[in-house]
């Protein structure tokens, strides 16, 4: 089996072939991978630095969309040529960018027919991350005024779709040429990040108190927005380089975890409300090394995917 990974941590990216010996379990799914995520999580993973479960050599990739081909014994909610996404950590055989991918059956959420094999591979740990951030660590409470940080990224973007979702309402920090589609994902403001009073405009919306809760989603952004939380407030971080809570702020290092029921809920949600995630780059698999640096370097405006059998 063809895969796209490292031969160590710290290694560069290159095309596998991989082992297919793997004794399958009563709950696993074997998926045909159609599409598969990159995202700056996938360099940390490739440095060792996030316990995906198995060791190199191996393929990278933490997410995929594709087409269920077996199933464990177990297995209830999926038969063969069903089609599905997934976040599979911790990860059974190998990571997604490979032709064909393992995941037990908690970790898998059905497609939405009108969900892209490409949206379905960018979807699930940024979805995951808005889901578990709104409703688990902040519980944000319908016409609860929130502020989403960096909400221009894509899992910016479905932080602030996830919060319209549940009735906040939303003000946003991102490039002024994310703004209509921040917008329709749901922002009632979206301030842009370029316009250095845009903390001015912020307080000046939620009032002299600052904000209940806020979201950061810009990797050194938490320092900087803890200010702009009101006495007693929350304030969660993907980037986990929180600061040290004040003010009785109650400050959270978020970690996305799988799960495939909230997934599939967050999938079928996101369709029925006609939103999309752009698609900046669609590659092969031998391009994984590119798609990678693009992810890192901040040179790809939307989402990147690689194709195993482009």
């Not at 740990?125 to 989403?148: D, K, M, S």
């Amino acid at each position: 089996m063809q895969g796209a990974g490292i031969r160590g941590f710290g290694a560069a990216v290159e095309i596998l072939d991989l082992s297919e010996s793997y004794e399958p379990q009563e709950t696993d799914v074997l998926i045909q991978v159609r599409a598969a995520g990159v995202g700056n999580w996938d360099e940390i993973a490739r440095n060792g630095g996030w316990d995906l479960g198995i060791v190199p050599p191996m393929a990278l990739g933490v997410e995929a969309s594709g087409i269920v081909i077996a199933v464990g014994s177990s297995v209830r909610r999926f038969a063969e040529a069903d089609e599905v996404l997934t976040h599979p950590v911790p990860l059974r055989h190998q990571g997604a960018w490979a032709e064909r991918l393992v995941a037990v059956e908690a970790t898998v959420a059905r497609k939405p027919p009108d969900m892209s094999w490409p949206t379905a591979a960018l979807f699930p740990v940024p979805a995951l991350t808005a889901g578990q951030v709104i409703h688990h660590w902040l519980q944000v409470q319908r016409g609860e005024p929130l502020l989403i940080h960096g909400a221009g990224g894509v899992t910016g973007g479905l932080l602030v779709a996830v919060a319209a979702s549940a009735g906040a309402r939303v003000v946003a920090v991102a490039s002024s040429q994310d703004r209509e589609r921040i917008a329709a994902y749901g922002a009632q403001v979206v301030l842009d990040y370029h316009d250095t009073s845009w903390p001015a405009q912020a307080r000046a919306i939620f009032g002299p108190h600052g904000a209940p809760a806020a979201v950061n989603a810009v990797r050194g952004g938490a320092a900087r927005l803890i200010a702009m939380v009101a006495d007693g407030g929350r304030l969660v971080t993907t980037t986990s380089d929180g600061p040290p809570p004040e003010r009785g702020v109650t400050v959270t290092n978020f970690y996305v975890s799988s799960d495939g029921e909230l997934l599939e809920k967050l999938a079928i949600d996101f369709v029925a409300r006609n939103l999309t995630i752009s698609l900046a780059r669609h590659d092969p698999l031998p391009d994984a090394a590119a798609a990678l640096a693009a992810v890192v370097n901040g040179h790809s405006r939307g989402g990147v995917v690689l194709v195993p059998n482009s």
